[in-house]
């Protein structure tokens, strides 16, 4: 398979820090990429998108960073909340590849309050 | 807007077995992804499907088949279950590239 076998990284913030959590990407042809949050018995839920075209890209409490150098992704949480607990992927594509998303490993966020 | 609705959310099979997983796409979306989750493996992508036409397959072996009508709900098939196909089938659907939106799973354990 494309994904390395799990022992996930854990990023374990206070309640109102800002949580960075990093990723790196594997094909320096992928064009887009894709970070996801994923909470206990759902499906991973969109967080944020960027273009390679693009090195920064903000939303709402949260911010994806891109290093195409480096191949390097992060994704920065403002003012982290409990609901925030996850575990998060980073995800890439290649547009000629249509809409197959190649994952990251994923990283556990835990939040303390 | 309703989101992407996967049936049955759990399954329990044999070996040996055949299984038919189902995905309902948001409305107007046309490409349906299918993947499987594992704790082993992690997300890993099956295949692709954009109207009616498989357009990516991974790496998995025949067993794993799947399918779109033409309203863009989508099937997929594993024949011949084995243990280590219990996983999380998960479908995601998108119009028709970039910001795929999941489904909340269908959990498929193989006894």
């Known amino acids: 398979g494309e994904s390395v076998g799990l022992h996930l990284p854990t990023l374990s913030v206070q309640e109102g820090d800002n949580s960075i959590i990093n990723c790196a990407y594997s094909?320096?042809?992928?064009?887009?990429f894709i970070w996801y949050k994923q909470e206990s018995g759902k499906g991973p839920q969109f967080i944020i998108d960027?273009?390679?075209?693009?090195d920064k890209r903000q939303g709402q409490r949260v911010t994806v960073l891109l290093n195409k150098t480096v191949k390097h992704l992060s994704l920065q949480i403002a003012a982290t909340q409990p609901g925030d607990s996850a575990v998060y992927f980073c995800?890439?594509?290649?547009?000629?590849?249509?809409?197959?998303?190649?994952f990251g490993a994923g990283t556990i966020l835990r939040v303390k309050s | 807007k309703a989101g992407v609705t996967q049936t049955p959310r759990y399954l329990i099979k044999t070996r040996g077995q055949q299984v038919t997983l189902s995905c309902s796409p948001i409305?107007?979306?046309?490409?349906v992804s299918w993947y499987q989750q594992t704790p082993g493996q992690g997300l890993q992508f099956l295949f692709e499907?954009?109207?009616?036409?498989?357009?990516n397959k991974g790496n998995f072996p025949g067993r794993f088949s799947g399918r779109q009508f033409s309203n863009s709900r989508s099937e997929m098939n594993v024949s011949t279950l084995e243990l280590g196909d219990s996983a999380l089938y998960l479908c995601?659907?998108?119009?028709?590239?970039?910001?795929?939106?999941f489904g909340p799973g269908t959990r498929l354990t193989v006894t």
């Open positions: 409305s107007g979306h046309r490409s």
């Open positions: 094909n320096s042809a992928s064009d887009y």
């Open positions: 499907y954009f109207s009616e036409t498989q357009r």
């Open positions: 995800a890439e594509k290649y547009s000629g590849y249509g809409n197959k998303l190649v």
């Open positions: 960027i273009r390679s075209n693009m």
């Open positions: 995601a659907s998108s119009f028709p590239d970039d910001e795929q939106y």
